[in-house]
């Protein structure tokens, strides 16, 4: 089991900046990837941007150029740096670990609490 730890949320102006972080309990040595997704109530939980232990990152579309991951390996911590904060961006945003096990790559999640991002108009 690898326990998730997010910090970072909280209220922000509209054009502002957060940095959300997330620390695995222990070292992760086989291929994963660390992202982070958020939800707002009523809505599926979506991507916002995830980073492979290789150095590849992929984000959603209307978080590039404004969101950037990040990640240190050596402390097993992930990073999301939110600038241009818009009030849609509004949401609980949940730290994930996906590692991938065996010769078909079986993915196992592993989730954070949730931290909670507000931006005010």
């Known amino acids: 089991q690898v326990q998730l730890v997010e910090s970072g949320g909280g209220l922000v102006q509209a054009g502002g900046s957060l940095r959300l972080s997330c620390a695995a309990s222990r070292s992760i040595f086989r291929a994963n990837t660390m992202g982070w997704y958020r939800q707002t109530p009523g809505k599926q939980r979506e991507l916002v941007a995830a980073?492979?232990?290789?150095?590849?990152?992929n984000y959603a579309d209307s978080m590039k150029g404004r969101f950037t991951i990040s990640r240190d390996n050596a402390k097993n911590t992930v990073y999301l740096q939110m600038n241009s904060l818009k009030p849609e961006d509004t949401a609980v945003y949940y730290c994930?670990?996906?590692?991938?096990?065996?010769?078909?790559?079986?993915?196992?999640?592993?989730w954070g609490q949730g931290t909670q991002v507000t931006v005010s108009s």
């Open positions: 980073a492979t232990s290789g150095g590849t990152t």
């Open positions: 994930n670990l996906r590692l991938l096990s065996g010769a078909t790559l079986t993915p196992t999640d592993f």
